[in-house]
């Protein structure tokens, strides 16, 4: 089993709205990660946690906040968004972190995100 | 900069014949090598990982990597419509210090009936 879940699957947001995008994985996997997708373009790496800590922050504005409460759960907080933060909002999860050889990632089915 | 080249396409193929679709990186530290598909509006799905030089193969689908070239491609035998999609490749490094996947711009593929 290689699954990925991510809630919600839609969110409507406007730009003084306060919202949070949620990941869980119970593959007992030990790195997870957000991307954002805009379209016809792949995705580009914003965090990536490797065993409950933080250990890329890919240069993502402070109106993105991710939190790993536990290990199989990862959380992405929102606030103060632009309009051009619409995207697809992927995670994804690995055995190990990046660069081992058990890194392979599985993603999630996303969360299209549009601010008003 | 790291880099992963991919025709951008649209790459037009009969139902039934073979696909070939090819990538290009830049990174020779890297060490992990997927191909994902990814159906518009949708996920990227895990089609193949190849880690060594060779061929892998896994039903209709062969992934090819030539580290010497820098270079991995895709087959699809049988092509079928519900082919028909993006493909990304993505190229991890290895050791401390990696940061995840590059991923090329895609390729999209079209199978016609």
């Known amino acids: 089993d290689t699954e990925v879940t991510q809630t919600p699957k839609h969110l409507v947001m406007g730009m003084t709205n306060k919202k949070s995008l949620k990941c869980e994985q119970h593959m007992g996997h030990r790195a997870m990660y957000w991307y954002k997708q805009k379209a016809k373009k792949p995705p580009e790496l914003m965090f990536v946690?490797?065993?409950?800590?933080?250990?890329i922050n890919e240069s993502v504005p402070s109106r993105f906040s991710p939190e790993c409460p536990n290990s199989s759960l990862l959380n992405l907080h929102l606030h103060a968004l632009q309009p051009e933060d619409s995207a697809l909002y992927l995670c994804a999860s690995s055995q190990d972190p990046p660069g081992s050889s058990t890194d392979t990632q599985y993603f999630g089915p996303g969360t299209r995100l549009t601010v008003l | 900069q790291k880099e992963v080249e991919q025709n951008s396409g649209p790459l037009s193929v009969p139902e039934g014949a073979i696909a070939s679709l090819n990538c290009t990186y830049s990174?020779?530290?890297?060490?992990?090598f997927f191909w994902y598909r990814q159906y518009s509006g949708k996920s990227p799905e895990l089609i193949m990982s190849?880690?060594?030089?060779g061929d892998k193969e896994d039903g209709r689908f062969t992934a090819q990597l030539n580290k010497a070239s820098q270079y991995v491609s895709l087959l699809i035998r049988d092509s079928q419509p519900s082919d028909s999609a993006t493909y990304l490749c993505a190229v991890s490094e290895s050791g401390g210090g990696a940061d995840g996947l590059t991923f090329g711009k895609g390729t999209h593929l079209i199978i016609q009936p």
């Open positions: 990174d020779r530290g890297s060490q992990s």
């Open positions: 946690y490797s065993y409950e800590k933080l250990s």
């Open positions: 190849i880690y060594s030089n």
